[in-house]
């Protein structure tokens, strides 16, 4: 007998009325109307049923500690930087592994069951490093935690830079990660990108950095990047965080950049909410968003993902772990509001995302694991517009999480007694 069965379900490709038949932990069968027996059964009642959430971009050791020691006044990201610098010297890991727990609780609550968390290693003592291997090895049967070296001082900037990085390494964090602009010059920012993708070539390791977080029309780090990806074979093993110069680079020299990180195949991360709320912070009127071009990117071929980036930290004091939020809000930022722009939105939180962290086992297809979640909407546009409830949460076939849907009692003569918010499917 099967373990679990989840029925009259939506996926998110338009298929309806579909069984999900789950044993030890795995998808069995994904059929059209099966009823079969199993311990456990889940009628669906033609809600969307998805693969889990995956949030790519994430800086773990900094969520939830807004106020610590004090607010971002500006809300820049100059200051946002220069405050976490007065917090590191302060950060016990007892404190920031309870606050990472707390945000993992979140995130599995809606879920969201795989991170790949940026961790700074700029600090010599590497407390973050070891804080965060901690909670990735207690947060291991739920969450998917991928760690990112993150000098976010420089690697050249900073002194120690580059050994420190190489120790976190060492110490088992998963991906190489740089920040090319925040280095003292262009050529400077060039070098370290050169040299952080062969330290991920040697060591085997995949490489993601925040490149071109900046409205520098002139900024070209995404461009070494993409040459370094190639000349080094580490084609679909490396990744540009945020890229927001080329929100306001020049179309002619973008025309000849989307074929040429396309070729490289380097993925791209956009993080909505934090590109609209930081970039364009030089600006009068008109502001720019500075989210990077998201729809051409994807047009090029590119794999383009969503992060979160921040929750309540010293960038960003908002946020929930709620990846329909990030959707939501990329889909505004990049106008995204064709049907196929709002579902690709939806895949950039979910699929493309799994993509670039190199997520083994994800999707709804049989042979994947049976993590996934049952939204209370019909479909990932609907899903998107009321980020959506999520029902029920599971890892493996194990329930995680649950949620009582969002529904609302009326108390009017003549009408009905409750909404959920969905229109009703009538015809004209
Ligand atoms: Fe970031």
């Given at each position: 007998?099967?373990?679990?069965?989840v029925t009259h379900?939506?996926?998110p490709d338009?298929?309806?009325d579909m069984?999900?038949a789950?044993?030890?932990?795995?998808i069995?069968e994904?059929t059209a109307?099966?009823a079969?027996p199993?311990?456990e059964t889940?009628?669906?009642?033609?809600l969307l049923v998805a693969?889990?959430f995956?949030?790519p971009?994430?800086?773990m050791?900094?969520t939830?500690?807004?106020?610590?020691?004090?607010?971002?006044?500006?809300?820049?990201?100059?200051?946002?930087?220069?405050?976490?610098g007065e917090?590191?010297?302060?950060?016990?890991?007892e404190?920031?592994?309870e606050?990472?727990?707390?945000?993992?609780?979140w995130?599995v609550?809606?879920?969201?069951?795989?991170i790949r968390t940026?961790?700074?290693?700029s600090?010599?003592?590497?407390?973050?490093?070891?804080?965060l291997l901690?909670v990735?090895?207690?947060?291991a049967?739920y969450i998917?935690?991928?760690?990112v070296?993150?000098p976010?001082?420089g690697?050249?900037r900073?002194?120690?830079?580059v050994?420190n990085l190489?120790r976190a390494l060492?110490?088992?964090?998963?991906v190489v990660g740089?920040i090319p602009?925040?280095?003292r010059?262009?050529?400077?920012?060039?070098a370290?990108?050169?040299?952080?993708?062969e330290?991920?070539?040697?060591r085997?390791?995949l490489?993601d950095?925040?490149?071109?977080e900046?409205?520098?029309?002139?900024?070209?780090?995404?461009e070494?990047?993409?040459y370094e990806?190639?000349r080094?074979?580490?084609?679909g093993?490396?990744?540009?965080s945020h890229?927001?110069?080329?929100?306001?680079m020049d179309?002619?020299y973008?025309?000849?950049?989307?074929p040429?990180?396309?070729?490289?195949?380097?993925?791209?991360?956009?993080?909505?909410?934090?590109?609209?709320?930081?970039?364009?912070?030089?600006?009068?009127y008109?502001?720019?968003?500075?989210?990077?071009?998201v729809?051409?990117?994807?047009?090029a071929?590119?794999?383009?993902?969503?992060?979160?980036?921040?929750v309540?930290?010293p960038?960003?004091?908002?946020?929930?772990?709620?990846m329909l939020?990030?959707a939501?809000?990329?889909l505004?930022?990049?106008?995204?509001?064709?049907?196929?722009?709002?579902?690709?939105?939806?895949?950039?939180?979910?699929?493309?995302?799994?993509?670039?962290?190199?997520?083994?086992?994800?999707?709804?297809?049989?042979?994947?694991?049976?993590?996934?979640?049952?939204?209370q909407?019909r479909d990932?546009v609907e899903?998107?517009?009321?980020?959506?409830t999520?029902?029920k949460v599971?890892?493996?076939g194990?329930l995680?999480?649950?949620?009582p849907?969002?529904?609302?009692?009326?108390?009017m003569?003549g009408?009905?007694?409750?909404t959920?918010?969905?229109p009703p499917?009538?015809?004209?």
């Amino acid at each position: 007998m099967l373990d679990l069965i989840v029925t009259h379900a939506v996926l998110p490709d338009g298929r309806t009325d579909m069984s999900i038949a789950v044993q030890n932990g795995r998808i069995v069968e994904v059929t059209a109307g099966l009823a079969v027996p199993a311990h456990e059964t889940l009628d669906a009642q033609g809600l969307l049923v998805a693969p889990h959430f995956v949030d790519p971009h994430f800086h773990m050791d900094a969520t939830l500690s807004y106020g610590l020691p004090r607010v971002n006044e500006s809300g820049t990201l100059l200051e946002g930087i220069a405050l976490w610098g007065e917090l590191k010297p302060l950060l016990k890991a007892e404190a920031l592994i309870e606050r990472a727990l707390a945000y993992c609780d979140w995130a599995v609550a809606k879920g969201l069951l795989a991170i790949r968390t940026h961790v700074d290693t700029s600090d010599p003592s590497l407390l973050a490093v070891e804080a965060l291997l901690e909670v990735k090895r207690l947060v291991a049967p739920y969450i998917d935690l991928q760690l990112v070296a993150f000098p976010q001082d420089g690697v050249l900037r900073s002194a120690g830079g580059v050994d420190n990085l190489q120790r976190a390494l060492d110490k088992g964090v998963d991906v190489v990660g740089g920040i090319p602009h925040f280095e003292r010059t262009m050529a400077d920012g060039a070098a370290s990108v050169k040299l952080l993708c062969e330290i991920a070539a040697k060591r085997g390791k995949l490489v993601d950095m925040h490149c071109d977080e900046s409205d520098d029309p002139m900024s070209r780090h995404i461009e070494t990047l993409a040459y370094e990806a190639q000349r080094l074979g580490l084609q679909g093993r490396v990744n540009g965080s945020h890229c927001t110069s080329m929100h306001s680079m020049d179309n002619y020299y973008v025309s000849k950049l989307l074929p040429l990180i396309a070729g490289s195949g380097v993925s791209v991360i956009a993080n909505p909410l934090i590109n609209i709320t930081l970039q364009g912070r030089h600006d009068t009127y008109p502001k720019r968003r500075g989210m990077t071009r998201v729809p051409e990117l994807m047009a090029a071929g590119v794999n383009v993902a969503f992060g979160h980036d921040c929750v309540m930290d010293p960038w960003y004091g908002m946020g929930s772990g709620d990846m329909l939020e990030v959707a939501h809000m990329g889909l505004h930022v990049a106008q995204m509001t064709s049907q196929a722009g709002i579902r690709a939105c939806f895949g950039a939180v979910t699929t493309n995302a799994a993509k670039v962290m190199h997520l083994g086992g994800y999707g709804l297809d049989v042979g994947c694991d049976a993590s996934f979640v049952l939204l209370q909407a019909r479909d990932p546009v609907e899903a998107i517009r009321l980020r959506a409830t999520r029902l029920k949460v599971f890892k493996k076939g194990k329930l995680l999480a649950e949620t009582p849907a969002a529904t609302a009692r009326l108390h009017m003569t003549g009408r009905a007694e409750a909404t959920s918010f969905m229109p009703p499917r009538t015809g004209v």
